[in-house]
């Protein structure tokens, strides 16, 4: 059976959006509370960790909450429109409260932004599972992933052109920029990819070919009407390996995010780059990943997903390790992050999969939440830690820090025995 790639590609236009807006997010907020609110690191650091603690609790009650929804529009239709419109709104409302150096609005607009686009987020991500049979998800993934690179990379291409490198910036035109695109490809997406029927559709199709499809049976389905517990709990030694693929995807959020949250800042004190100079090595990152991601869901089907991602975790500690040396900008740099960028679409390729692959089927977005819950806790505390290194102990701790925990996450991802699938055989 061969994978969807138009609706698949469609699908992905929901993660699209929420990749253009975290890109955005990463790098400007950081330079707002530094640069107009004046706050310093660690401040900072613990305003960048608030996303992440609301997702903590957010995205495995919203996750859990879709697999339960029923409506007309699906499962995760629902909560895709209606958070996509929340923060399509409250982003407008950041840069004004910026250009007035209004902290308290700008505060309030940024909470009620994290929550909106918290409502989304899990039920988005789930749709691809939804819709797509188990042993192509990795396929399917890497072409979510690619999307979500797309996103990115125009979130850089609008720092890179209407983000003033001198002066303090106006960013209305960029936050602008974003909103529009996030409306209009969850729009795209809505229209193009009707949940139920399509979510009908591949179930026939994978019964006519002998396909596993793990979406919910009519059992569990009627169970969950019926308002029962299905008791769907897993089996140990699987239990087993999800908690080293969790403690793994952890580790290595804890590494690469203290690097993409820190990055803009770090370029200006130690490499001695301007304003959004920093823009350029990321979107060397994300063209690597957005070329490399759909040879990566081939590779992974033919050798695993758990060696895949091995092979990214090594890939990018390297990395890592070599731009402690580096005291300038140089060209070098660009070719580490273009590995850095091609490391990341292996782990990501294959990760979630994993996951949703020891899971039940009418539990998937539950494990969406399970998955994001293990990387956002790694994202609350890794900008805070990170940041009191930056503030109090130099700049220059930022990549060993990323080498160090990028190694553990490859010892605990070797303990993972589980959520694999068998190569493909010829024939």
Same mark, same amino acid.
Request: hydrophobic share 50%; charged share 15%.
């Given at each position: 059976?061969?994978?969807?790639?138009?609706?698949?590609?469609?699908?992905?236009?929901?993660?699209?959006?929420?990749?253009?807006?975290?890109?955005?997010?990463?790098?400007?907020?950081?330079?707002?509370?530094?640069?107009?609110?004046?706050?310093?690191?660690?401040?900072?650091?613990?305003?960048?960790?608030?996303?992440?603690?609301?997702?903590?609790?957010?995205?495995?009650?919203?996750?859990?909450?879709?697999?339960?929804?029923?409506?007309?529009?699906?499962?995760?239709?629902?909560?895709?429109?209606?958070?996509?419109?929340?923060?399509?709104?409250?982003?407008?409302?950041?840069?004004? %409260?910026?250009?007035? /150096? #209004? +902290?308290?609005?700008? @505060?309030? $607009?940024?909470? *009620? !932004?994290?929550?909106? =686009?918290? &409502?989304?987020?899990?039920?988005?991500?789930?749709?691809?599972?939804?819709?797509?049979?188990?042993?192509?998800?990795?396929? %399917?993934?890497?072409? /979510? #992933? +690619?999307?979500?690179? @797309?996103? $990115?990379?125009? *979130? !850089?291409?609008?720092? =890179?052109? &209407?983000?003033?490198?001198?002066?303090?910036?106006?960013?209305?035109?960029?936050?602008?920029?974003?909103?529009?695109?996030?409306?209009?490809?969850?729009?795209?997406?809505?229209?193009? @990819?009707?949940?139920?029927?399509?979510?009908?559709?591949?179930?026939?199709?994978?019964?006519?070919?002998?396909?596993?499809?793990?979406?919910?049976?009519?059992?569990?389905?009627?169970?969950?009407?019926?308002?029962?517990?299905?008791?769907?709990?897993?089996?140990?030694?699987?239990?087993?390996?999800?908690?080293?693929?969790?403690?793994?995807?952890?580790?290595?959020?804890?590494?690469?995010?203290?690097?993409?949250?820190?990055?803009?800042?770090?370029?200006?004190?130690?490499?001695?780059?301007?304003?959004?100079?920093?823009?350029?090595?990321?979107?060397?990152?994300?063209?690597?990943?957005?070329?490399?991601?759909?040879?990566?869901?081939?590779?992974?089907?033919?050798?695993?997903?758990?060696?895949?991602?091995?092979?990214?975790?090594?890939?990018?500690?390297?990395?890592?390790?070599?731009?402690?040396?580096?005291?300038?900008?140089?060209?070098?740099?660009?070719?580490?992050?273009?590995?850095?960028?091609?490391?990341?679409?292996?782990?990501?390729?294959?990760?979630?999969?994993?996951?949703?692959?020891?899971?039940?089927?009418?539990?998937?977005?539950?494990?969406?939440?399970?998955?994001?819950?293990?990387?956002?806790?790694?994202?609350?505390?890794?900008?805070?830690?990170?940041?009191?290194?930056?503030?109090?102990?130099?700049?220059?701790?930022?990549?060993?820090?990323?080498?160090?925990?990028?190694?553990?996450?490859?010892?605990?991802?070797?303990?993972?025995?589980?959520?694999?699938?068998?190569?493909?055989?010829?024939?």
């Amino acid at each position: 059976m061969k994978l969807n790639y138009k609706r698949t590609f469609l699908i992905g236009l929901a993660f699209l959006s929420i990749s253009s807006f975290w890109q955005m997010y990463d790098n400007i907020i950081p330079l707002i509370l530094k640069n107009t609110f004046e706050m310093g690191e660690t401040l900072t650091g613990v305003i960048m960790a608030m996303d992440n603690v609301l997702a903590l609790f957010l995205l495995p009650l919203l996750g859990a909450l879709s697999d339960r929804t029923e409506t007309k529009l699906g499962k995760r239709m629902p909560f895709i429109l209606t958070g996509t419109g929340l923060a399509f709104i409250f982003m407008l409302v950041l840069p004004y %409260a910026d250009n007035t /150096i #209004n +902290l308290p609005m700008f @505060v309030i $607009a940024l909470f *009620a !932004l994290l929550v909106s =686009m918290g &409502l989304y987020r899990s039920p988005a991500v789930a749709l691809m599972p939804d819709l797509t049979p188990n042993r192509l998800r990795s396929k %399917a993934n890497a072409v /979510i #992933n +690619l999307m979500g690179a @797309v996103g $990115a990379a125009y *979130a !850089l291409v609008m720092v =890179m052109l &209407l983000v003033d490198k001198t002066g303090k910036p106006d960013y209305f035109p960029m936050f602008l920029s974003i909103a529009l695109l996030m409306l209009i490809a969850v729009l795209i997406c809505f229209i193009t @990819v009707p949940e139920n029927k399509t979510k009908n559709k591949v179930a026939e199709e994978c019964k006519a070919q002998g396909e596993l499809f793990t979406a919910e049976t009519e059992e569990e389905e009627t169970a969950r009407l019926n308002g029962e517990v299905k008791g769907a709990k897993l089996d140990p030694a699987v239990k087993r390996s999800m908690g080293f693929l969790l403690a793994s995807i952890f580790l290595w959020f804890f590494a690469y995010n203290a690097v993409t949250t820190a990055f803009s800042r770090y370029t200006i004190e130690v490499w001695g780059m301007e304003n959004s100079g920093f823009a350029g090595c990321l979107m060397i990152a994300m063209i690597a990943a957005i070329i490399s991601y759909i040879p990566i869901g081939h590779i992974s089907s033919k050798i695993g997903r758990k060696k895949t991602i091995l092979g990214g975790v090594v890939m990018m500690s390297v990395c890592y390790f070599l731009a402690v040396f580096a005291t300038t900008f140089t060209p070098l740099i660009n070719v580490a992050f273009a590995i850095i960028g091609i490391g990341w679409a292996a782990i990501n390729v294959n990760s979630y999969p994993m996951v949703v692959e020891m899971a039940k089927g009418g539990d998937i977005g539950k494990y969406t939440g399970t998955y994001y819950t293990f990387s956002m806790a790694a994202q609350i505390i890794t900008p805070v830690v990170s940041g009191f290194l930056l503030e109090h102990v130099s700049y220059r701790t930022l990549f060993p820090y990323a080498v160090v925990f990028s190694c553990c996450a490859f010892i605990t991802m070797l303990q993972v025995h589980h959520g694999d699938i068998l190569p493909e055989k010829k024939g």
